[in-house]
């Protein structure tokens, strides 16, 4: 995943005053990033996600503590830094000509090969970011001012696609450019009626800005407050805890640093708990392919706005980002005045649940298993009672359980022999996805559970048997890239794990009768 830029609809503006409607300045200085600002104090730094490769800061406007007094879209001010590169040469032509027969005309079929669309050139200027992060087209422009240098210049922007007019909120931007050096722009967006406020916030800031070389994040005194430590992936801690923006805090366990920004400090020490309590009892049930020495990052949002605006996918909760190595979720509690917090346990039902794929990624040697298996195998594991850092016992999903059973009294569920050979798109398709996960679920909890599964000769043997022979196939392949030097080739990997869930598939449920393993569950 990367971190995904909102659509954005950019005007040109007047003059501004230096204050507006809001609560003031705060001097910042990013000297790893090369940029000191005023930030508006009724603005507050949300991450950047760790691959990001423009955006390098990200501010939001603060939530009013009264939802009621929510405006509808929160306004958005992004920085933009974009160094310039020369293109790459293009691609020498064959050094072979095409074989020709006797009177000269080429043997080669016109479908021998299909045509390969060229490679999207380096993102280099404003107008590529706009071209290939955006929906906009570059519009009409007026000189600003300069900074540190940099000319500066105010663009309006027109979307590519007509349809799109008048469906996006208001924006506007500030771009500086050095020709053939680099380029850095603020770009913000609101929603229509608070475009007159906050165009004068982004401008003052943008206006106010200075530039210089970025220093680099100096790792070696966080990798320094480690050496008494035994903990490993030290430098990936260090590098974690350097990209920490202002309000978030980190805390080390054995296998993860956990990054929070919830308030919640027993949240996040039950967190910190439990995540290593369950891991013990994914390494029971899935035996790693080779020692696993990787640490990862456990994000926890300080609620649902925040984990949106940093990349959460509507509709979900949470996800593990194998790119960036980090699990991402939020504190699901509901705090009211007066009235009893609620909706923790929807907290460790996300956290469970994604942490189960963060560890299949490692465990099975980065390839992912059917989905039924993967998504199935994660809400089980959100039935998952932990105390005093043991798993008690693991129940059936709250989530799922009521859904799964109505579906199977309408007669609606999925045959297991279709649903266990779901690809992605077929999994994931949205007239269907609700019953995908709980009929997974149900299915992994069926074969886990049910003492008639648990005393089957072929049934109580699925799991474990496709499991092994996915990781056992997997590798095979992998070995065999590797001897013909494409190992590194993404597209052949993926057909390698695309090929070794089939496999698995195949001797997982070799000599089974679906009807009647379906008919009992």
Partial sequence: ????????????????????????YTSEKHPDLGVDLPRARDYEQVPTQPDEEQVVLYYVEKAPKDPKAARGQRAELRVVW?????????????ETPPESDEEG????????????????PPITTFERFLEQRTLW?????????????????????????ERLAGSVGEGW????????????????????????????????????????????????????SYRSSKLRGVEFRAKARSQLVRGWKAVDTENFIVVYHTPDQPLVRAICADIEAIRKEYLKLFPPAGPIEAVSVVRVCKDRGEYMAYGGMPGSAGYWNSRSEELVFYDATVKEKGKRETGEENTFIVLYH?????????????????YWFNEGHGDYFSGADIK????????????????????IERNQIIPWKDIVAFERMQFYDPSKIGQCYAQAWSMIYFLRNSPQALKHPQWSKILDTYFVALKEDYSRRLDLLEKQGKKDDEALRATAGEQARGHALTVAFNGVDYTELQYAW
Wanted: charged share 20%; proline share 15%; hydrophobic share 40%.
């Fill in 82 to 94: 974009i160094d310039f590169v020369p293109d790459p040469p293009p691609p020498p032509p064959p």
């Fill in 173 to 224: 931007a500030y771009v500086f450019e050095q020709p053939n050096k680099r380029t850095i722009a603020f770009i913000g967006e609101c929603a229509p009626s608070a475009l007159e406020e906050q165009s004068k916030i982004w401008r003052y800031i943008a206006e106010h800005a200075e530039f210089s070389e970025p220093e680099g994040a100096d790792l070696s005194k966080i990798q320094a």
């Fill in 388 to 407: 005093n850092g043991k798993v008690i016992r693991i129940g059936p999903n709250p989530w799922r359980i009521g859904y799964i059973q109505r579906l």
């Fill in 1 to 24: 995943m990367r971190f995904p830029l909102a659509p954005l609809a950019l005007v040109l503006l007047g003059a501004a005053t230096p204050l507006a409607a809001q609560g003031g």
């Fill in 105 to 120: 005309r080429s043997k080669a079929k016109p479908m021998d090969a299909k045509p390969v669309a060229p490679p999207k």
């Fill in 354 to 370: 994604e942490a189960l794929h963060q560890y299949i990624y490692y465990s099975a040697g980065a390839v992912p298993p059917h």
């Fill in 137 to 161: 087209a570059l519009g009409r422009a007026e000189p600003g001012k300069t900074r540190s240098g940099y000319p500066g210049r105010v663009v309006r922007l027109v979307p590519r696609d």
